[in-house]
């Protein structure tokens, strides 16, 4: 039998979804595989939506495992769940068909990015909330986010360690508001390169202190330069808020189209 999870986490103590850390820091991937196969008492490995780096939080992620134990999504849950730190639980357990698959079925991807905006650091929240103190003009960050919507080369927005085999990315919507002293990011995609949102974060801040102009961003997209954009935003402002689903799979709403 095939499940898909939805998992929630706080990345903070983790040195990522799949890679091991130093120190003794384990992933997120190898906790709850630990914690899975305990319940079915034979090894499970999982296969996630999207990897997120060390310090990035997960809202909703979306894994599929496969097991021939019996067990009831119910006991999937409250079983995992019991057995893994405080930072992480199963939210729920769905039976799938064999041949979703929790990356290659995903439609496409969201992720939030929120930054405390004001002169004084945080002391509450602070593994959730990046922060500036410099005043932000969100509506110009917003203006200037929309050219990057449309298929496009994000080469000025990838780490030099990405991976992919091209940077040709879908950006289906991104919107910037204040809320009080916060401003969010919320943007979405078929997928993200390596450092993505916290690069285009990064790009979007300068123009939001007055920087650089709101067409800047524009500029950066077509150059493809990395070397060109703004500073790599800090992980721990960054939720990935999980993948979206054709309504065929029939899982829980919060990831499905």
């Known amino acids: 039998m095939r499940y898909a999870l939805g998992v929630e986490y706080d990345g903070s103590e983790f040195k990522g979804w799949q890679q091991l850390g130093e120190s003794g820091c384990a992933s997120v991937q190898a906790t709850l595989q630990d914690a899975l ?5 034979t090894p499970i490995s999982v296969v996630c939506a999207g990897r997120t780096d060390a310090g990035v939080h997960g809202e909703c992620q979306v894994v599929h495992f496969d097991s021939d134990v ?3 999504p119910r006991s999937w849950v409250l079983g995992t769940t019991t057995r893994l730190p405080a930072s992480v639980c199963v939210r729920w ?5 064999d041949d979703f698959h929790a990356r290659f079925s995903a439609r496409a991807r969201r992720y939030r990015y929120r930054i405390l905006n004001r002169q004084v650091r945080p002391a509450l929240y602070r593994q959730i909330l990046s922060w500036d103190r410099r005043p932000l003009d969100a ?6 986010a929309q050219a990057l919507r449309g298929e496009n080369d994000f080469g000025a927005f990838r780490s030099a360690q990405c991976q992919a085999l091209h940077a040709r990315r879908e950006l289906q ?9 916060v401003v969010e990011v919320e943007v979405q995609a ?17 123009v939001g202190a007055g920087e650089k102009p ?10 493809r330069d990395r070397n060109l954009a703004g500073p790599t ?8 808020v999980g993948p979206l689903y054709a309504g065929s799979w029939k899982l829980p709403d919060e990831v499905t189209l």
Do not use: K, T, Y
């Not at 709101?214 to 150059?223: D, K």
């Open 173 to 181: 919507s991104i919107a910037i508001h204040r809320q009080g002293e």
């Open 93 to 97: 357990c769905v039976p799938v068909a």
């Open 190 to 206: 078929n997928a993200f390169l390596h450092h993505m949102v916290r690069n285009i974060v990064g790009s979007l801040l300068m």
């Open 70 to 72: 019996e067990r009831s």
């Open 233 to 240: 935003a800090p992980p721990q402002g960054l939720v990935f």
């Open 37 to 41: 196969s305990s319940v079915a008492d």
């Open 214 to 223: 709101e067409s800047w961003i524009g500029e950066l997209l077509a150059g």
């Open 139 to 144: 509506d110009a960050m917003h203006r200037a």
